[in-house]
């Protein structure tokens, strides 16, 4: 009769453990809620399982003792081996299932991803010949490991803007604006998630709120625009596990892709800082290790890209991003408190690879212009970096100045010069460069009183750190003359002149270029003095 029991105890706590372990996927999506709220089956089973172990051993302590029948020991051998493997598998799982009670609501999704990510898939799939499954995914390889083959993944393209305006019309109705609309959709890169939360916003607000406000606060500094993309306005068409925030959305993906592979989410860190245009391979390839790290840069790439975070651009060499991915992916970075790191690694790639503007560097300025206009935005903490940065927007300042872009080339010299003589102080020479230039794109620009004063500033820093006989020092002198005489002070410039000539004469050779440009202005400036006096 003991017998019995025993068997009968052991099949009934086998039954109770196929029961609960058959609710686990079934009760995944519940660890993104409080893990107070984890379900009480999973809690109760961690603690059963090792009371179910005990028994186990129990019941073959007796059969070894011979306290049972030898046919039934027998029997209960393989049974009682194969149950201890399952518990033991079952623990291993709840082990990675289960978040632990001060898991943040991100680590417990994180974790629920994780433990799907080591499941057959196919297996939580109906099967019929009627139908189909339709299954999305922003995994790559998750797709084709669910459907097998290329042809069954459907790849899902960026929205046209004809499709962006009838989605938000869609879920906004009623909004005659349609310039400020598009001008949205347009900040937004017609994504449909932020595209619906930012109808669902509005919606929800109105009259205060309008798309003319949202597009405002949008573009009004960084902090606010985070704080809407980080809005979960809740949409009841959409599955209500899931997160209707876009940067919630986009960190899980991160946060797994941190997990599974870092020198993945490492690369996408510094692509983050980028253009989001014309990446060049040639400037992240080997920028993104960490120590003595050994990092497969085609298998990171391709990681990002199956998870739609990265694509090839019109070129194999060079990449491109989403804008909104490249920010939700500095805010991760931010709350990680790896911003500053990672802006600093951006800082020192583009201080090594943005050349001085001259002429035969314009070719290589223009291709990566465009990702030295965004380092005004990342200025660092750390002061030599900071040195750093106030190279780049001189260099990216000389080379805008050159293509008549002024206005781009005055912020970024008066950023330098700030940064400058924060680090190094008002008469360092690259300060008082950076002084100069200043002034002369001022001239460019038309703005003589302001260039007149910067430019006297640079000659006085000048005449005291170098001397009055510098070229630099000359320099000055010779861009004062030039632009008293663009403002007509003949007289005044003329002094200037000579002794810029003399200087440059006795500095530089006769027949060097700046000597001859020099004495060519000189004369164009008697000649003129000649003719203003025999008119009078």
Same mark, same amino acid.
């Given at each position: 009769?003991?017998?019995?029991?025993?068997?009968?105890?052991?099949?009934?706590?086998?039954?109770?453990?196929?029961?609960?372990?058959?609710?686990?996927?079934?009760?995944?999506?519940?660890?993104?809620?409080?893990?107070?709220?984890?379900?009480?089956?999973?809690?109760?089973?961690?603690?059963?399982?090792?009371?179910?172990?005990?028994?186990?051993?129990?019941?073959?302590?007796?059969?070894?003792?011979?306290?049972?029948?030898?046919?039934?020991?027998?029997?209960?051998?393989?049974?009682?081996?194969?149950?201890?493997?399952?518990?033991?598998?079952?623990?291993?799982?709840?082990?990675?299932?289960?978040?632990?009670?001060?898991?943040?609501?991100?680590?417990?999704?994180?974790?629920?991803?994780?433990?799907?990510?080591?499941?057959?898939?196919?297996?939580?799939?109906?099967?019929?010949?009627?139908?189909?499954?339709?299954?999305?995914?922003?995994?790559?390889?998750?797709?084709?490991?669910?459907?097998?083959?290329?042809?069954?993944?459907?790849?899902?393209?960026?929205?046209?803007?004809?499709?962006?305006?009838?989605?938000?019309?869609?879920?906004?109705?009623?909004?005659?604006?349609?310039?400020?609309?598009?001008?949205?959709?347009?900040?937004?890169?017609?994504?449909?998630?932020?595209?619906?939360?930012?109808?669902?916003?509005?919606?929800?607000?109105?009259?205060?709120?309008?798309?003319?406000?949202?597009?405002?606060?949008?573009?009004?500094?960084?902090?606010?625009?985070?704080?809407?993309?980080?809005?979960?306005?809740?949409?009841?068409?959409?599955?209500?596990?899931?997160?209707?925030?876009?940067?919630?959305?986009?960190?899980?993906?991160?946060?797994?892709?941190?997990?599974?592979?870092?020198?993945?989410?490492?690369?996408?860190?510094?692509?983050?800082?980028?253009?989001?245009?014309?990446?060049?391979?040639?400037?992240?390839?080997?920028?993104?290790?960490?120590?003595?790290?050994?990092?497969?840069?085609?298998?990171?790439?391709?990681?990002?890209?199956?998870?739609?975070?990265?694509?090839?651009?019109?070129?194999?060499?060079?990449?491109?991003?989403?804008?909104?991915?490249?920010?939700?992916?500095?805010?991760?970075?931010?709350?990680?408190?790896?911003?500053?790191?990672?802006?600093?690694?951006?800082?020192?790639?583009?201080?090594?690879?943005?050349?001085?503007?001259?002429?035969?560097?314009?070719?290589?300025?223009?291709?990566?212009?465009?990702?030295?206009?965004?380092?005004?935005?990342?200025?660092?903490?750390?002061?030599?970096?900071?040195?750093?940065?106030?190279?780049?927007?001189?260099?990216?300042?000389?080379?805008?100045?050159?293509?008549?872009?002024?206005?781009?080339?005055?912020?970024?010299?008066?950023?330098?010069?700030?940064?400058?003589?924060?680090?190094?102080?008002?008469?360092?020479?690259? $300060?008082?460069?950076?002084?100069?230039?200043?002034?002369?794109?001022?001239?460019?620009?038309?703005?003589?009183?302001?260039?007149?004063?910067?430019?006297?500033?640079?000659?006085?820093?000048?005449?005291?750190?170098?001397?009055?006989?510098?070229?630099?020092?000359?320099?000055?002198?010779?861009?004062?003359?030039?632009?008293?005489?663009?403002?007509?002070?003949?007289?005044?410039?003329?002094?200037?002149?000579?002794?810029?000539?003399?200087?440059?004469?006795?500095?530089?050779?006769?027949?060097?270029?700046?000597? $001859?440009?020099?004495?060519?202005?000189?004369?164009?400036?008697?000649?003129?003095?000649?003719?203003?006096? $025999?008119?009078?």
């Amino acid at each position: 009769m003991a017998e019995a029991a025993a068997v009968v105890g052991l099949v009934a706590s086998i039954a109770s453990l196929v029961d609960l372990s058959a609710k686990v996927a079934s009760r995944l999506r519940d660890f993104t809620s409080k893990s107070s709220d984890v379900p009480e089956s999973f809690r109760s089973l961690s603690t059963r399982l090792p009371l179910l172990t005990a028994t186990l051993q129990h019941i073959r302590s007796q059969a070894e003792a011979g306290h049972l029948p030898e046919d039934v020991t027998r029997a209960l051998d393989a049974v009682v081996d194969n149950t201890s493997e399952q518990i033991s598998t079952v623990q291993t799982s709840l082990s990675k299932i289960l978040p632990s009670d001060a898991a943040s609501k991100l680590e417990r999704a994180l974790k629920a991803l994780k433990s799907l990510a080591k499941e057959d898939k196919r297996d939580i799939l109906p099967e019929s010949s009627n139908g189909s499954v339709l299954i999305t995914s922003r995994s790559r390889e998750a797709a084709f490991e669910l459907v097998g083959e290329d042809e069954n993944i459907l790849k899902v393209e960026p929205m046209s803007e004809g499709y962006a305006l009838a989605l938000f019309q869609k879920k906004l109705k009623g909004e005659d604006n349609e310039d400020d609309v598009l001008e949205l959709l347009r900040n937004l890169e017609y994504m449909p998630l932020a595209i619906s939360q930012a109808a669902a916003y509005v919606r929800q607000r109105a009259p205060r709120v309008t798309v003319s406000k949202y597009l405002k606060d949008f573009r009004r500094s960084e902090k606010d625009r985070a704080s809407l993309l980080n809005n979960a306005v809740r949409d009841r068409r959409r599955d209500g596990s899931a997160s209707n925030s876009v940067l919630a959305t986009w960190q899980i993906s991160f946060e797994y892709i941190r997990s599974d592979r870092p020198s993945a989410a490492r690369l996408l860190s510094l692509m983050s800082f980028f253009d989001r245009q014309g990446i060049p391979e040639e400037l992240i390839m080997s920028r993104y290790e960490e120590d003595d790290s050994i990092v497969d840069f085609e298998e990171d790439v391709e990681v990002l890209r199956s998870f739609s975070l990265v694509a090839l651009g019109i070129k194999n060499d060079v990449f491109e991003m989403h804008r909104l991915v490249q920010f939700a992916t500095r805010k991760w970075l931010e709350q990680r408190q790896e911003l500053e790191r990672w802006k600093e690694r951006y800082i020192a790639i583009m201080a090594d690879a943005f050349p001085p503007g001259k002429y035969e560097n314009w070719k290589r300025c223009q291709m990566l212009f465009p990702h030295a206009e965004l380092v005004t935005e990342y200025r660092p903490i750390e002061e030599s970096f900071l040195q750093r940065w106030t190279a780049i927007l001189s260099n990216a300042a000389w080379y805008a100045a050159e293509q008549g872009r002024y206005d781009e080339a005055e912020q970024m010299d008066r950023r330098a010069l700030d940064g400058r003589e924060k680090v190094l102080g008002k008469e360092h020479p690259d $300060t008082l460069m950076s002084v100069s230039n200043l002034a002369l794109v001022l001239q460019y620009q038309g703005k003589y009183d302001e260039a007149e004063q910067i430019n006297r500033q640079a000659l006085d820093g000048r005449e005291k750190v170098l001397g009055k006989e510098h070229p630099d020092t000359l320099t000055s002198v010779y861009c004062l003359a030039y632009l008293l005489r663009q403002q007509q002070k003949y007289r005044m410039a003329r002094p200037l002149y000579e002794r810029a000539l003399v200087g440059y004469r006795k500095v530089l050779r006769l027949n060097h270029p700046t000597t $001859t440009a020099c004495s060519e202005h000189y004369t164009s400036l008697l000649q003129e003095l000649d003719e203003m006096r $025999t008119a009078s």
